[in-house]
């Protein structure tokens, strides 16, 4: 999963195909690429959590989900699939997917960007 963001209004993109350099802007300017993060050594917990039951992945994030800060959004992305649940805050931060071995799990804290890990 690749996402680009823009530093000045935040405004989030999923690229589903890359294009040329300095094709997606906004505010005037070039996009960056979000570089997910995966060792957790913020006091809030980021890392998508999992536990495997027969053919689903039940996925939790161990965070806060106030209204100046939460997890947006969860995402199971495999080679031919990807499911995504968008969270609100008070929302419990969890989701359910189809099982795919060899899969990444993602979230996204609107304070502290993109998280991942392997399911395995």
């Given at each position: 999963?690749?996402?680009?963001?823009?530093?000045?209004?935040?405004?989030?993109?999923?690229?589903?195909?890359?294009?040329?350099?300095?094709?997606?802007?906004?505010?005037?300017?070039?996009?960056?690429?979000?570089?997910?993060?995966?060792?957790?050594?913020?006091?809030?917990?980021?890392?998508?959590?999992?536990?495997?039951?027969?053919?689903?992945?039940?996925?939790?994030?161990?965070?806060?989900?106030e209204e100046?800060?939460?997890?947006?959004?969860?995402?199971?992305?495999?080679?031919?699939?990807?499911?995504?649940?968008?969270?609100?805050?008070?929302?419990?931060?969890?989701?359910?997917?189809?099982?795919i071995s060899?899969?990444?799990?993602?979230?996204?804290?609107?304070k502290h960007?993109?998280?991942?890990?392997?399911?395995?």
């Amino acid at each position: 999963m690749t996402l680009k963001q823009c530093k000045s209004c935040g405004a989030l993109v999923k690229v589903i195909k890359e294009c040329p350099e300095n094709c997606m802007q906004c505010c005037g300017k070039e996009m960056e690429t979000v570089v997910p993060n995966s060792v957790d050594a913020a006091v809030e917990k980021h890392i998508p959590t999992y536990e495997i039951l027969g053919d689903t992945i039940s996925v939790y994030v161990p965070h806060v989900m106030e209204e100046e800060h939460f997890i947006e959004w969860i995402s199971l992305v495999s080679d031919s699939k990807e499911y995504t649940v968008k969270l609100s805050p008070k929302e419990e931060p969890k989701a359910i997917f189809p099982y795919i071995s060899n899969s990444t799990l993602y979230s996204y804290c609107n304070k502290h960007g993109l998280w991942k890990t392997t399911v395995n």
